[in-house]
């Protein structure tokens, strides 16, 4: 039976308020009734109804010099948390993600090899059971998010080709749901972190966006495009690792025929620094600290060729920003404005105009909390699914 219209109407009233609280800042009640338009006894209505969800909790307001009586502020519910999981090659990462989209815990485990589904499954639900045990009181768990390195369809997050992981045609939602008794849903890595740095890192407040994720798996991307995602037609797109580089000297090359990914590549970098393995701030700590030339020569080879993938993207796309993720971002980092300056010289004048080229800054939880609005979408979407 359809819902009267009077009720749906409520229900996105819900869903947009709880929106504004979960993208952060603490608005005020005065604040949401201005941004959503709606008078101040039904915003009052709609977050007393949020907190009878157990979703908010209003807090002291925010001191003002403002005239009259201080509104109080809106902030997301404490007890409320999604797991995520970020399976690679080397290593699957779980961390405990707060509705204010804050990683509150993570746990890293390295594998020999890259784990088969199941095992993956295994190890996330072990995982989880670990950072729950940390967390005194337990929060309500609403679901989990996957960050896939691989081709993820968007209907139903069935990961069509993970090549590094060796994963065909896997219905990884099901695999991990089953072993954690929790409604699952899986994307692409590079795409989630985008949708994250877009809402709360270092593409934030800004229209047009280019991504770019460096990590074991390779390099993936996304793209936001008048505030808007762009997914492709079954949400493949931003598969920037699976182009052929361009090569200002063919001297650059070190593979034969290879995408840009094998060219500008994680593995390469860690073998320069003599690293079998390491998260993210482990490699960014020793290439930033090596003296070698060789490190500094390979650094170098991978900003020219990262470059000239970057400036196709500004000159396709004219972004206000290019964001960079993983090692991507400690190329970046190296004798900065090095590889902005490489960029700017291969792209269209016009286009690289106003164009900031930023490392994420979200840091190593970009692609957590990108997994993590996975399974926070569907209670933002009907608040009242958890009455």
């Known amino acids: 039976m359809a819902s009267a219209p009077g009720e749906s109407v409520r229900r996105r009233n819900l869903s947009a308020v709880l929106e504004l609280v979960h993208r952060g800042g603490a608005p005020s009640r005065a604040e949401l009734t201005a941004l959503t338009g709606l008078n101040r006894s039904t915003i009052g209505a709609l977050v007393a109804e949020l907190e009878a969800l157990g979703l908010v909790t209003e807090t002291d307001p925010a001191s003002s010099n403002r005239v009259g009586r201080p509104s109080p502020r809106v902030e997301p519910a404490k007890d409320v948390a999604v797991v995520s999981a970020n399976p690679e090659v080397d290593a699957v990462t779980v961390g405990i993600v707060g509705l204010d989209a804050r990683v509150r815990g993570r746990v890293r485990q390295d594998v020999p090899a890259p784990p088969t589904p199941e095992e993956t499954a295994r190890i996330i639900a072990e995982l989880t059971e670990r950072l729950l045990d940390q967390e ?95 997914g492709g037609a079954h949400g493949y797109a931003g598969e920037f690792g699976q182009n052929r580089p361009g090569l200002r000297d063919a001297d650059d090359r070190s ?61 396709v796309f004219n972004p206000e920003r290019v964001v960079l993720g993983g090692f991507l971002a400690t190329l970046l980092e190296w004798e900065s404005p090095a590889l902005e300056r490489l960029v700017e010289a291969s792209s269209v004048a016009s286009a690289f105009e106003g164009v900031d080229v930023l490392p994420a800054a979200l840091g190593e939880d970009r692609l957590l909390i990108g997994a993590a609005e996975l399974a926070v979408a569907p209670v933002l979407a009907d608040p009242t699914s958890l009455g």
């Open 136 to 230: 005194g009181s337990r929060p309500r768990i609403l679901g989990v998010g996957l960050a896939v390195p691989g081709l993820v369809r968007s209907r139903d997050g069935l990961v069509r080709w993970a090549p590094h992981l060796d994963w065909r045609d896997v219905p990884l939602p099901d695999v991990v749901g089953d072993a954690l008794g929790l409604p699952t849903f899986a994307g692409n890595d590079a795409t989630l972190g985008a949708r994250a740095e877009w809402l709360f890192g270092a593409g934030r407040g800004v229209e047009e966006l280019v991504y770019l994720n460096g990590g074991a798996s390779g390099i993936g991307g996304g793209v936001i495009v008048r505030g808007h995602p762009l």
């Open 255 to 315: 593979t034969p025929a290879g995408v840009l990914e094998d060219e500008v590549s994680r593995a390469r970098l860690l073998a320069t620094v003599g690293l079998d393995t390491a998260d993210e701030p482990t490699l960014r700590e020793h290439m930033l600290a090596s003296s070698s030339p060789a490190v500094a020569a390979e650094v170098e080879r991978q900003q020219r060729i990262l470059a000239v993938a970057l400036a196709n993207a500004v000159n």
